[in-house]
């Protein structure tokens, strides 16, 4: 974000070393503004945006040292991609797409594998070959087993 976009005290979604152009990363860490200043870093002609801040839980509290001291830390302006709020209901909706793709997904295999298995269902019963013989079904082919076929055939001539 622009350095004139941040305020003090408001929580905004981080990245470390984001790009340009990321608009969203799923491990965005939720910190906490203290100060937004610019500063010259070595080797650079311009002034660079910085911001200081508490790294900050997902229920708002300020994560600490193991002595209690906050954990303060000195990032990259451009390096925060949004506000905490805007963040969460975006990782929100894209969890719900997530899941609704999965539940589809879910329900195609199982209505594909209820496919195939009315139509081995319809090769045993046409051609009376043993379920058991049957190894797979693919898109263009099935595969059975010759030493099944052999034994059923050897099972129905003895007796």
């Known amino acids: 974000m622009n350095l004139n976009q941040l305020w ?6 981080w990245y470390e070393w984001r790009s340009r152009g990321e608009t969203y990363r799923s491990n965005g860490v939720r910190v906490r503004i203290i100060r937004a200043f610019q500063e010259r870093q070595y080797g650079n002609e311009r002034m660079s945006g910085f911001a200081e801040v508490n790294l900050v839980d997902d229920e708002g509290n300020i994560r600490t040292y193991a002595n209690g001291e906050p954990l303060i830390k000195k990032i990259r302006a451009r390096d925060i991609a949004m506000r905490w709020d805007e963040y ?12 609704r793709l999965q539940k589809e997904r879910e ?7 209820a496919k195939k298995a009315a ?11 043993p379920r058991e013989a049957i190894v797979s079904v693919g898109i263009t082919n099935i595969n ?3 030493i099944a076929l052999e034994r059923d055939m050897n099972g ?3 007796g």
């Open 8 to 13: 003090a005290g408001q929580d905004y979604a």
């Open 88 to 99: 969460a209901d975006e990782k929100n909706h894209r969890e719900a797409e997530r899941e």
């Open 107 to 113: 329900e195609a295999e199982a209505r594909e594998a």
């Open 119 to 129: 139509f081995v269902d319809s090769i045993v019963e046409i051609y009376k070959i």
């Open 144 to 146: 059975i087993s010759r």
């Open 156 to 158: 129905k001539s003895s």
